[in-house]
């Protein structure tokens, strides 16, 4: 089973719907401390979602793969109310984050470096919605409003912190304002906006932040987004760990994450000119590596293709602009992010073959991880699958990081079956599976060699370690909570 993808987000008036029976008094606070910020009154309603960690399926989701995340504990919860006038107003519940107000957040949403760009970004993806179906209120028909953020998925650490804030804002104005739309739906919109962040993202981090649900980790598919349940196998813990290197995906992603998207569709193109399946204007219309499998008719035709058709080393650009008798930036006409990328890299190249050879193996390890727990298999196949993983992302994918690869090797040496990098990578979390009733040993472990050594440094408070590095499991997704008794 999994979500249905137009099944709505949950309206619920208390937090042990969503949180489980023993919602912590830490939760409580934080839903407080939002109500408080408003100072008099009080916001008509908050939404929550969540961060994930990625368990297997890395950079590929915006090729139309599958992937295999699943959401976390660790969540952004925004309170809203309607203010007089048309501007919409935004503050956090960390003082580190400067207070905005916003007389044109449609036209406010972009990459500016600002934590506020993701509210925009939400704000605008609901504007549009509206737009594409026809529908009112649009522009500042939304009206005045207020949001309060509090949010504890660490920024540039992997766990999608960007769109759990954009996911959370996107549902509380459709909320506040009586819109209702399918989560497929909803995450779909959030994929979109967020791009205005500057990232070209896929769709991963929006659909499970939406969709997931406790218990059970989620096969994300798209084209539409849809989901299906993953039964993680007893006796098994994943424990996530952070590299304490920041990795946020809108600053370099010229150079990183949005290069990565440019490489693979560049990949794709070539591909459509060399197997002579596709007609030049097919091949150069290719976006993603996944149409280039459609029609070669299986995954294994594809990985021939990217074996025999793309050199290795470097593509430099008029190597491309001869092979496809068109200017590159001309493939890419009307996209900014793409261009920028296309600017920055032109004497630096573009490695397609490694790119495209992580992607499509990258694509078969997600499926054989999700036949492997259907099948019972032991959690040994599914660690090989997750080294796997990380040799791939960081041989062909180049995104990994020296902190990464020490973390990964502390959490081997501890005990853990296997382990990754998880999210974009250049930084943030590694996620390592291990037995459960080793888990607090290999947490041991990782904690003296380690984190102790970036304490005695500076690099992180002791008292922060616990936040740095934990057990998690399978977490509900997005709700709304409306008459709400903290």
């Not at 999210?423 to 888990?439: K, L, R, S």
Request: glycine share 12%.
């Amino acid at each position: 089973m999994g979500v249905d993808a137009a099944e709505k987000v949950g309206i619920y008036s208390s937090l042990e719907e969503v949180y489980g029976p023993s919602v912590g008094p830490e939760i409580r606070a934080r839903f407080a401390a939002v109500a408080a910020a408003f100072g008099s009154g009080a916001p008509i309603l908050y939404a929550r979602s969540p961060g994930r960690v990625n368990l297997i399926g890395e950079h590929i989701d915006y090729e139309g793969y599958s992937v295999l995340p699943m959401a976390i504990g660790l969540d952004c919860i925004v309170g809203i109310r309607e203010v007089e006038g048309g501007s919409l107003s935004v503050s956090n519940t960390d003082p580190a984050f400067k207070t905005r107000t916003f007389a044109d957040p449609c036209g406010a949403a972009g990459p500016n470096g600002e934590w506020t760009d993701y509210v925009c970004a939400g704000y605008r993806g609901v504007v549009d919605h509206l737009r594409t179906k026809s529908l009112p209120p649009a522009g500042l028909e939304l009206g005045g409003l207020e949001l309060v953020v509090d949010g504890v998925v660490p920024a540039g650490g992997g766990l999608s912190s960007s769109s759990a804030l954009v996911c959370a804002v996107a549902i509380a104005i459709m909320a506040v304002r009586g819109l209702s739309f399918g989560k497929g739906e909803v995450a779909e919109l959030a994929c979109l906006c967020e791009r205005y962040s500057g990232t070209q993202s896929g769709g991963m981090d929006q659909a499970i932040s939406v969709m997931g649900q406790a218990g059970v980790a989620k096969l994300v598919d798209f084209g539409p987004v849809r989901t299906t349940d993953v039964v993680l196998p007893p006796g098994v813990s994943f424990l996530i760990g952070n590299s304490l290197a920041v990795s946020k995906k809108a600053e370099g992603a010229h150079t990183r994450y949005n290069l990565r998207v440019v490489e693979c569709r560049l990949a794709a193109a070539v591909l459509g000119f060399k197997t002579g399946v596709f007609a030049p204007a097919e091949a150069l219309a290719l976006e993603t590596l996944k149409e280039v499998e459609v029609r070669l008719g299986s995954r294994a035709a594809a990985q021939r293709a990217a074996s025999t058709c793309l050199h290795e080393g470097v593509y430099l650009s008029d190597e491309l602009e001869e092979l496809f008798g068109a200017q590159l930036e001309s493939i890419f006409s009307g996209e900014a992010a793409s261009v920028a990328v296309l600017r920055h890299n032109a004497d630096v190249g573009f490695r397609l073959r490694d790119r495209a050879a992580h992607v499509y193996a990258e694509a078969e390890r997600v499926l054989s991880f999700q036949v492997a727990c259907a099948a019972g298999s032991s959690a040994a196949v599914l660690a090989d699958l997750m080294d796997a993983s990380h040799a791939s992302c960081r041989d062909l994918y180049d995104c990994s990081c020296a902190e990464l690869e020490e973390l990964v090797a502390a959490f081997k040496n501890a005990g853990a079956l296997g382990a990754r990098l998880t999210g974009a990578g250049w930084g943030g979390c590694a996620v390592a599976i291990v037995p459960t009733d080793e888990a607090s040993g290999v947490l041991k472990s990782v904690r003296e060699t380690f984190y102790k050594p970036r304490v005695e440094t500076g690099a992180v408070r002791a008292e922060d370690v616990s936040k740095a590095l934990f057990v998690t499991l399978p977490s509900a997704g997005a709700a709304i909570f409306k008459d709400l008794k903290i």
